[in-house]
């Protein structure tokens, strides 16, 4: 488990992770933040979507989580994807708020990736 106590964190690239079991948690989603800084270098283009958080796509990334957490993408950040999702099943998301903070942006959750559906 990778916690995130109650707080707003400024993030200027993508947070991923690898492997099995990971769960990143947080006090609840008004209260743990991760907040794309506005304008950031790499989430400006939506022909080459990025992630703000990224789950492991390998055949280790089973059982993963987030919980309890708010991603924002910020301001200018077209390209910006809150949440790539990926990995084998099962996967969970509990408490969980995705917001853009100008509405642009590439997706909120990106299911497109990975073995979704168990292998």
Same mark, same amino acid.
Request: proline fraction near 5%; charge should be negative.
């Given at each position: 488990?990778?916690?995130?106590?109650?707080?707003?964190?400024?993030?200027?690239?993508?947070?991923?992770?690898?492997?099995?079991?990971?769960?990143?948690?947080?006090? %609840?989603?008004?209260?743990?933040?991760?907040?794309?800084?506005?304008?950031?270098?790499?989430?400006?283009?939506?022909?080459?979507?990025?992630?703000?958080?990224?789950?492991?796509?390998?055949? !280790?990334?089973?059982?993963?989580?987030?919980?309890?957490?708010?991603?924002?993408?910020?301001?200018?950040?077209?390209?910006?994807?809150?949440?790539?999702?990926?990995?084998?099943?099962?996967?969970?998301?509990?408490?969980?708020?995705?917001?853009? %903070?100008?509405?642009?942006?590439?997706?909120?959750?990106?299911?497109?990736?990975?073995? !979704? %559906? %168990?292998?």
């Amino acid at each position: 488990v990778l916690f995130f106590p109650r707080g707003t964190y400024l993030v200027r690239d993508t947070l991923a992770w690898s492997g099995c079991c990971v769960i990143l948690a947080g006090e %609840g989603r008004g209260a743990s933040v991760i907040r794309l800084e506005d304008g950031a270098p790499g989430f400006g283009e939506t022909e080459a979507p990025k992630p703000v958080l990224a789950m492991s796509d390998d055949e !280790h990334g089973a059982m993963q989580a987030v919980r309890g957490l708010r991603v924002l993408t910020g301001n200018r950040n077209p390209g910006a994807i809150a949440l790539d999702a990926a990995g084998q099943s099962p996967l969970a998301l509990d408490d969980v708020q995705l917001i853009s %903070g100008d509405g642009r942006g590439v997706a909120g959750l990106a299911l497109v990736r990975g073995r !979704h %559906g %168990g292998a």
